[in-house]
C-alpha cells in the first residue's frame, strides 16, 4: 500500500502542498479493522486523524454517514483539540492510515498555506459546498448469501440472484465464492486469515476494487466458520439467510456471531415452509422473503429489495372512501408497475390485505361488493356501553375471506397499523393472524370495540397514522407510492349561523352528519397532524378526490373506483416516465367502463 499515494486520493489532503503530504506520510502507520470493529466512541479525545485507504466506516451522527476510500476521519477534532463527537466503526475489513494528532497539527503549523487551505475545505464541506464523496451514497452494495438450515440450496438463490440483478440492471453482477476467488488470486486465497498481513491486505484491495466496478457483488459461502465465511459476513451490507425445510444449519449462526458483523440479517424462504416466525426468530433476521425458485418473478423481487428499487404501497384509512384504491390497483395492473411492499390502516389495510394475497383489482372490487355492499356485517348492534356494535359478524367475515394465515406467510410482504389507545401512539403488525390484525386496524372507537392484547386496548390505525408512509419509508427499500382517501374539513351544516345547540337534532336526515360520521372524524384528528409528514416521505402521493362520499357510502363502490381509477390514471401518466424501473413509459389504456 503505497502512503503518499493513498494521502493524496483525499478530496481534503490531496489539495495540500507536495511538501506537507510528504511529512504526513512520513509520520502515517497502517491499521487494520475487522469488519464490525470499533474504531473510537464519542467522547474518546481525538488523539488521531485516520484516512481510508480500503474499506468503510460508519460514523453515528443523527444522520449515520458512511465514510470509504480516500475520506479522511477526526480532522475537524484534531484541530479544534475536541472530543470526538461520534461514534465510528468499521462496516467490513478496513485498512486505514493512522496520522498522530499532534503530529497533524504541528506538520500544519510549518506550512502555513496548507493550513489555511484545509481549514477553508473543512468550512466548505461543513457547510456543504465540497461535493467530496463523504456527501454521497455509494452505488455498490455487497450481499452475503449463507444457508440458515442444511438443505439450503444457496448456491442457487445467489447465482438466481446475481442474474436477476444483471439483467435488471444491464450490467454484469459478479457471483464470488471461495473457487472464484482462487480462481483471480491463486489457490487458498479466499481462505486468507485476517492476521495475515500482506496477503490479506491484497484480498481487501482486491474485493474493494471489484465493488468499485460493480453496482452489487454476490458473496455467497457455505456457513462454515472459517476464513472465507467470516469475510464474507464481515464484508456484506446485507446478509440473506437462505432457509428450506430442513434442520437448523448451526455452523452459520455460529459464524455470524464469531464475524460480529454489523450487517442486517434477511430471511429467504423457499415455497412451502411455514416456518418462518421460528426462523426469523432463531436468526435475528429483519425481513422476510418468499422466494422460489422455480417462479423467476419471485427472485425479480428479491433483486428489486437489494437494489433499492422495490416499490411500495402504503394505502389510507377512510371507510367506503377507500374503495378508490381498488381504481388505483387497476391503474397500477395496466401500468405494468409490479407491488413489492404493501401496508395499510383500516380499510386501506383490508384492501393492501388481499392485494399481498395475489388478489387482482378485480378480485379485490368483487370481495368487497360482497363483504360491504352485498351483506351488511356491520349491524350486530349492543347496547352502546362500549361501542356501537359488537364487531363479531364483521370479524367473521374477515376469518372467512382473509383465511386463518399470517402475516409472514403472504407472498408480498405487508404490513397494517392499528392505534395503542393504552399508549397513545401507532403499532405497526408484520407477523400474526392476517384477519385479526387487519381487523384490528379498522375496529373504529366508539363504532367497534377496541382489541384487548396483552392488557392493552387497539383500534382503529387511522386514530393516529392513516397513511402510514413512514414505516414504509423507513424499510428504505425504493420508491414509494401512498394514497390518501380521507377528506379533512367534512362535517359541516351550512347554512346555520349559531350558536345552535341543538341544530343537527333538527336538521333533516340528508343533510346532517351521523353519530358514525362524527366518531370517525373524531377518531382521525390527530392523524391528519401527521399526514403532511407522511406525504413528504413518499416519492408520489396521490390525494384521492374523493371527498363528497360518505364514509359508510357502500352502495356507491363502483362510483368511487372509477373516480380512483380515472384519477391514479392522470397521476401516473404524468410521473411514468421518471419511475424507476421502467425501461419505457407503461402505454396507459384507461377503461372508463372499468368495472364491468
Partial sequence: MNVRTCLSASPLLGHLPAAALDELSAEAVSVSLRGGDTLFEAGDPTDAVYVVAVGRLRIELAVPVDVTAGDIVGEVGALTEETRSARASALRDTLLLKIDA????????????????LLQLVVARLRGEHSGRRSQQRSAHVVAVLPLTEDADYAAVARSLAQALTADLAAHVPLLDRQAVDRDLGPGAAQTRFDAGDANARLVSWLQALEGDSAHVIAAADGMPEPWTLRVARQADRILLVAGDGALHSD?????????????????????TAR????????????????DLQRPQTMRRLARQVAGKATGLVLGGGGA???????????????????????????????????AQGASAQDIRDICDDVFVQNNHLNDWVIPRVSLIRGRKFLNKLRQVLGEGLIEDLPIPFYCVSTNLTRGQPQVHRE???????????????????????????????????????TMHQM?????????????????????????????????????????????????????????????????????????????????????????????????????????????????????????
Fill in 102 to 117: 499532534t503530529a497533524f497539527r504541528r506538520v500544519l503549523a510549518r506550512h502555513e498555506a496548507a493550513h489555511r487551505a
Fill in 252 to 272: 452459520t449462526l455460529q459464524a455470524l456471531e464469531t464475524a460480529a458483523t454489523p450487517a442486517p440479517r434477511e430471511l429467504v424462504l423457499g415455497g412451502g
Fill in 276 to 291: 418462518a416466525a421460528e426462523l426469523m426468530a432463531r436468526s435475528g433476521a429483519r425481513f422476510l422473503h418468499h422466494c
Fill in 321 to 355: 372512501r377507500g374503495f378508490a384504491h381498488i381504481g388505483l390497483l387497476r391503474a397500477l395492473e395496466e401500468a405494468r408497475l409490479e407491488i413489492d411492499m404493501v401496508g395499510g390502516t383500516s380499510m386501506g389495510a383490508f384492501i393492501a390485505a388481499l392485494h
Fill in 432 to 470: 400474526g393472524r392476517l384477519a385479526s390484525w387487519v381487523g384490528t386496524s379498522m375496529c373504529v372507537p366508539g363504532i367497534a370495540p377496541p382489541v384487548v392484547y396483552q392488557g392493552e386496548l387497539l383500534a382503529d390505525g387511522a386514530v393516529v397514522n392513516s397513511v402510514p408512509v413512514d
Fill in 476 to 596: 428504505d427499500r425504493g420508491p414509494v407510492i401512498a394514497c390518501d382517501v380521507g377528506a379533512p374539513g367534512e362535517l359541516s351544516l351550512p347554512g346555520i349561523e349559531g350558536p345552535a345547540p341543538e341544530a343537527l337534532l333538527k336538521a333533516r336526515r340528508s343533510k346532517r352528519p351521523q353519530l358514525s360520521d362524527i366518531l370517525m372524524r373524531m377518531t382521525t384528528m390527530t392523524s391528519d397532524l401527521r399526514l403532511e409528514e407522511n406525504a413528504r416521505h413518499a416519492d408520489l402521493f396521490l390525494r384521492m378526490p374523493v371527498h363528497t362520499v360518505n364514509m359508510f357510502s357502500w352502495d356507491a363502490l363502483d362510483d368511487t373506483i372509477a373516480t380512483g381509477y380515472a384519477h391514479a390514471c392522470e397521476v401516473l401518466e404524468s410521473a411514468a416516465r421518471e419511475w424507476p424501473g421502467e425501461a419505457e413509459p407503461p402505454d396507459f389504456q384507461p377503461s372508463p367502463n372499468w368495472p364491468s
